[in-house]
């Protein structure tokens, strides 16, 4: 309960700063507030405490929770520049904080009603914080596109729960899983319909093929933090309601979701990094490159067992890191007149051997290459669908990886071997002392995997 408290006192203190003239000392206080929301996940881990019969702050919810906590404080700290251009950046800071609280409810809830509610909070934040840009037509398209695509989402997703309901009788998630697993339902094929709806809206919000189309578009159309923020966080909390439902409601009916979930796993793996390497706008690289972690992270929901929780727990942590480092690297050499066009990166290893190592970095681990947490976050996806038997599924995967590989070294031979036009992208303090500590835990965590994985035994 504190942990929800927290973050949702934090979006009122932000709606009150203009009001009452603290905007100077709104930043601290929110960076102060999200380490506090994390101590306080990590105090509780083990109490499963029930809030209203509603939503359960179990390890899975604060180790999800925590990630949220962490990757805000990276983000809130890379982002400051961007608020500070803008004369409402405290409605900013409100926007990304009520996402957050959003995020909070998605991981936590046991009833589809905070399910629902959950999504809305955080959509709402995200269809007015992708069209921020006012002056920028981009933004505002893709915050058209994104609005319209999420209200169709939302019906769906509704639609689904309003079927299991009229076959279970309930919107709690475990005593929907009692009527699936006692066979009391009468009409089976419409509890079918009921999940395949609700496959389509946590499809939409996590960007899987095929309801990934928004995704290119609106992070390419966003502004970029916004676009790091939608990448990370908001790809966070829809995998882990998804694996949340399907852990405790779905899994006596495998049979009748499992060919979809393979299907749209492969979809998403290779439609997601081959169209990344027709790209030569990195942002948009990143927008398929995301689309494609959606695949990976669709195998360890598929395998349902014991590991799945920790691998997507550890994947959406390496991932998250990985992918803020990599957008704000992107969002210097813009606000320094560049833009994100992958000849925007030639020589950096040269004129910035700093910003280059970063990137680096981030690459590196979004590849998977050892001994970066991406490699590890890979290889427990893998082990709990190998541990389901699906070692097709695995190969494609790794197929998938290795085209991954060549997208990612492209940008990174830009960097180095290629010249720049020499211009020297400034790179301010706080900024790397920020993204030199992301990539530290990008390394730590590689090394200390039981750091993370640790939270859910």
């Not at 790809?235 to 979809?260: H, Y």
């Not at 689309?291 to 390496?318: C, E, R, W």
């Not at 991932?319 to 950096?348: E, M, P, R």
């Not at 492209?410 to 992208?425: K, N």
């Amino acid at each position: 309960m504190k942990e929800l408290l927290t973050i949702s006192a934090l979006g009122i203190l932000a709606l009150f700063a203009e009001m009452f003239n603290f905007k100077r000392a709104l930043f601290p206080i929110v960076v102060l507030g999200l380490a506090l929301l994390v101590g306080f996940a990590y105090s509780d881990l083990g109490r499963n405490e029930e809030l209203f019969n509603m939503a359960r702050m179990d390890n899975f919810a604060l180790g999800f929770t925590m990630v949220i906590g962490v990757t805000g404080l990276i983000w809130f700290s890379l982002s400051q520049n961007y608020f500070k251009e803008e004369t409402s950046f405290t409605d900013h800071f409100a926007l990304i904080l009520f996402a957050m609280v959003g995020g909070v409810v998605m991981v936590s809830y046991t009833n589809m009603t905070m399910l629902f509610i959950g999504i809305e909070i955080l959509s709402i934040s995200l269809y007015v914080l992708a069209g921020s840009q006012k002056t920028d037509f981009s933004s505002n398209e893709a915050a058209f596109k994104y609005f319209l695509m999420g209200a169709f989402a939302s019906g769906f997703l509704l639609f689904g729960i309003a079927l299991i309901y009229g076959m279970t009788g309930s919107f709690d998630l475990a005593e929907i899983a009692t009527a699936i697993n006692s066979n009391k339902i009468q009409q089976p094929n419409i509890l079918y319909a009921g999940i395949l709806l609700m496959i389509v809206g946590l499809g939409f919000k996590a960007s899987m093929v095929p309801f990934h189309f928004w995704g290119p578009d609106v992070y390419q159309g966003s502004p970029t933090p916004v676009t790091a923020f939608m990448a990370t966080i908001v790809k966070t909390v829809a995998v882990a309601a998804f694996l949340r439902l399907f852990l405790i409601s779905f899994g006596g009916v495998k049979e009748s979701w499992e060919g979809v979930l393979m299907a749209m796993a492969v979809l998403t793996l290779l439609v997601g990094n081959i169209t990344a390497v027709l790209q030569n706008s990195v942002k948009r690289m990143l927008a398929f490159s995301s689309v494609s972690h959606a695949g990976y992270l669709l195998l360890a929901i598929l395998a349902l067992n014991d590991q799945s929780s920790k691998a997507v727990l550890y994947y959406t942590a390496a991932y998250s890191l990985a992918s803020l480092a990599a957008f704000f690297v992107v969002h210097i050499l813009q606000t320094n007149g560049k833009n994100d066009d992958i000849t925007s990166f030639n020589g950096l290893g040269k004129s910035n051997p700093t910003l280059a190592f970063i990137m680096t970095i981030a690459l590196l681990s979004l590849a998977g290459i050892p001994p970066l947490s991406g490699f590890l976050a890979k290889y427990f996806i893998f082990s709990a669908a190998l541990s389901e038997g699906y070692l097709w599924l695995v190969l494609i995967a790794v197929l998938a990886s290795l085209i991954g590989v060549y997208y990612y070294f492209r940008i990174i031979i830009a960097m180095y071997f290629r010249e720049s036009d020499g211009t020297e992208p400034v790179l301010k303090p706080l900024h790397q002392g920020v993204l030199i500590v992301a990539c530290v835990l990008i390394l730590g965590i590689g090394l200390l995997p039981g750091v993370v994985t640790g939270i859910l035994e």
